[in-house]
């Protein structure tokens, strides 16, 4: 048996035995040998929504190039760090020049012990959370993480629930993870159990009424800017130890709660250790978006089951997955997350939570002054608007950059429930905010 070097093909025709099995030479197929793709990347739409409205955008923008384009699409923040963090970063800055306090590589990519044990008391157990230091880790993301989490979790065995619209990222990465069916009618995907969220139910999602092992639950939510009660997330943890469920629980929004009666946390409901995962960002609420850091909290005793239906705890997986994978968030940015939970952090973190929510009010009230229906707003920076005259998610959007050179993010990108509904941020300057409102009702009033 031999191989032609320049065409990598086998040049004996005979089928060979390998690993017990028959296996036909790739000459015989005339198949040239290759790697393997994964295939589920096929699935996936076309585009992902962000970089669909980006495409649109540079389109308008190369036509009308002296356009002053507002956008209150994607959810980026816009005001500076706080200062705390600066200072932070600069002093780490600082310490990365001299061979005294100079750090490489941390002992451990769970984070610094330091910043963990301020987020599990100041963030959970000033809350009532039964949460330590030890069940926080440490990441550049919350989006990278409730994509990560997929790793400890089986592929193709586990039935998936979302609620409908939702932030594209927990289908996308399924679909990638093998862990759904193909793409059906109206936007979604075979084999996942969507739980739609609409005016029509008051943007509360109906428990499952089919057996379902991952949930995935964002509250204050994304992209319809409501809230769940504490009687409603009681239900869900519930629905999960009765069925052995998973609770994925977005929290990245939990500091623009201003109903006191609302939860921050998942694990402010009795039992969620046993069943919820909670996903939190420093993105959103102190400006890390370009710096990133998050964090994921995995309870000791939170357990799956193995192939033989034996109890696995999800926490030495997560350490496993999080170690072998990922190097830790950098010292100098850890050192800025840190300072969040200092005095001064947090009177600056609240000052940047109150000038974009206050953003949001004057989007909300701009919008319902001509007879828009509009929904969140209130505990979260995002307002969740229904089309007027009847428009489609897409044609609203291109209505809007066209006639008032205004950006916000199709409802019908967020699920089939979104269609008829449209995102806009609150996350932008002042100034904008209030052009924008003017660009709004003088194109849709």
């Given at each position: 048996?031999g191989?032609?070097?320049?065409?990598?093909?086998?040049?004996?025709?005979?089928?060979?035995?390998?690993?017990?099995?028959?296996?036909?030479?790739?000459?015989?197929?005339?198949?040239?040998?290759?790697?393997?793709?994964?295939?589920?990347?096929?699935?996936?739409?076309?585009?992902?929504?962000?970089?669909?409205?980006?495409?649109?955008?540079?389109?308008?923008?190369?036509?009308?190039?002296?356009?002053?384009?507002?956008?209150?699409?994607?959810?980026?923040?816009?005001?500076?760090?706080?200062?705390?963090?600066?200072?932070?970063?600069?002093?780490?800055?600082a310490?990365?020049?001299?061979?005294?306090?100079?750090?490489?590589?941390?002992?451990?990519?769970?984070?610094?012990?330091?910043?963990?044990?301020?987020?599990?008391?100041?963030?959970?157990?000033?809350?009532?959370?039964?949460?330590?230091?030890?069940?926080?880790?440490?990441?550049?993301?919350?989006?990278?993480?409730?994509?990560?989490?997929?790793?400890?979790?089986?592929?193709?065995?586990?039935?998936?629930?979302?609620?409908?619209?939702?932030?594209?990222?927990?289908?996308?990465?399924?679909?990638?993870?093998?862990?759904?069916g193909?793409?059906?009618?109206?936007?979604?995907?075979?084999?996942?159990?969507?739980?739609?969220?609409?005016?029509?139910?008051?943007f509360?999602?109906?428990?499952?009424?089919?057996?379902?092992?991952?949930?995935?639950?964002?509250?204050?939510?994304?992209?319809?800017?409501?809230?769940l009660?504490?009687?409603?997330?009681?239900?869900w943890?519930?629905y999960?130890?009765?069925?052995?469920?998973?609770?994925?629980?977005?929290?990245?929004?939990?500091?623009?709660?201003?109903?006191?009666?609302?939860?921050?946390?998942?694990?402010?409901i009795?039992?969620?250790?046993?069943?919820?995962?909670?996903?939190?960002?420093?993105?959103?609420?102190?400006?890390?978006?370009?710096?990133?850091?998050?964090?994921?909290?995995?309870?000791?005793?939170?357990?799956?089951?193995?192939?033989?239906?034996?109890?696995?705890?999800?926490?030495?997986?997560?350490?496993?997955?999080?170690?072998?994978?990922?190097?830790?968030?950098?010292?100098?940015?850890q050192?800025?997350?840190?300072?969040?939970?200092?005095?001064?952090?947090?009177?600056?973190?609240?000052?940047?939570?109150?000038?974009?929510?206050?953003?949001?009010?004057?989007?909300?009230?701009?919008?319902?002054?001509?007879?828009?229906?509009?929904?969140?707003?209130?505990?979260?920076?995002?307002?969740?608007?229904?089309?007027?005259?009847?428009?489609?998610?897409?044609?609203?959007?291109?209505?809007?950059?066209?006639?008032?050179?205004?950006?916000?993010?199709?409802?019908?990108?967020?699920?089939?429930?979104?269609?008829?509904?449209?995102?806009?941020?609150?996350?932008?300057?002042?100034?904008?905010?209030?052009?924008?409102?003017?660009?709004?009702?003088?194109?849709?009033?």
């Amino acid at each position: 048996m031999g191989q032609d070097s320049r065409s990598g093909r086998i040049e004996n025709e005979r089928p060979t035995l390998y690993n017990g099995g028959l296996i036909l030479l790739s000459k015989l197929l005339r198949i040239r040998l290759m790697a393997r793709i994964n295939d589920n990347y096929l699935k996936l739409k076309a585009g992902y929504l962000f970089p669909e409205i980006s495409r649109r955008i540079k389109a308008f923008v190369a036509e009308n190039p002296d356009a002053s384009i507002i956008r209150l699409g994607i959810g980026d923040v816009t005001e500076p760090l706080p200062a705390a963090c600066v200072e932070a970063m600069t002093k780490a800055v600082a310490e990365m020049g001299r061979r005294e306090t100079f750090r490489g590589y941390m002992d451990d990519s769970q984070g610094y012990d330091w910043l963990r044990e301020k987020i599990a008391a100041q963030d959970f157990r000033a809350r009532d959370c039964d949460i330590s230091a030890d069940e926080v880790f440490v990441s550049e993301g919350s989006k990278s993480d409730t994509a990560n989490v997929l790793d400890i979790l089986a592929k193709g065995e586990n039935r998936i629930a979302v609620c409908d619209p939702v932030y594209p990222v927990y289908v996308d990465t399924n679909v990638m993870a093998g862990n759904t069916g193909d793409p059906a009618d109206g936007g979604k995907y075979a084999g996942v159990t969507y739980l739609p969220v609409t005016a029509e139910n008051g943007f509360i999602p109906a428990l499952p009424t089919e057996p379902v092992d991952v949930i995935y639950l964002c509250y204050p939510n994304n992209p319809t800017g409501t809230v769940l009660s504490k009687d409603e997330l009681t239900k869900w943890v519930a629905y999960a130890k009765e069925h052995g469920s998973l609770l994925l629980f977005d929290a990245a929004y939990e500091a623009y709660i201003t109903d006191e009666s609302i939860p921050h946390s998942i694990y402010e409901i009795e039992g969620a250790r046993d069943v919820a995962i909670e996903f939190r960002s420093f993105s959103k609420n102190a400006g890390f978006t370009g710096t990133r850091c998050a964090y994921t909290v995995i309870p000791r005793t939170l357990t799956g089951k193995t192939a033989d239906g034996k109890d696995q705890l999800l926490h030495p997986l997560w350490a496993r997955r999080h170690n072998t994978k990922f190097n830790g968030v950098s010292y100098i940015i850890q050192r800025g997350a840190e300072a969040v939970y200092t005095p001064d952090g947090q009177e600056q973190v609240r000052a940047l939570i109150g000038f974009y929510l206050e953003n949001a009010r004057l989007l909300r009230e701009g919008l319902q002054q001509i007879g828009i229906d509009v929904y969140g707003g209130v505990n979260a920076p995002y307002i969740w608007l229904k089309t007027p005259q009847g428009l489609s998610s897409w044609d609203f959007f291109d209505r809007l950059l066209k006639d008032g050179h205004l950006v916000g993010t199709p409802g019908s990108g967020f699920g089939a429930a979104g269609e008829g509904y449209f995102r806009l941020s609150a996350f932008n300057s002042r100034e904008k905010v209030e052009q924008a409102v003017e660009r709004f009702q003088r194109v849709a009033g």
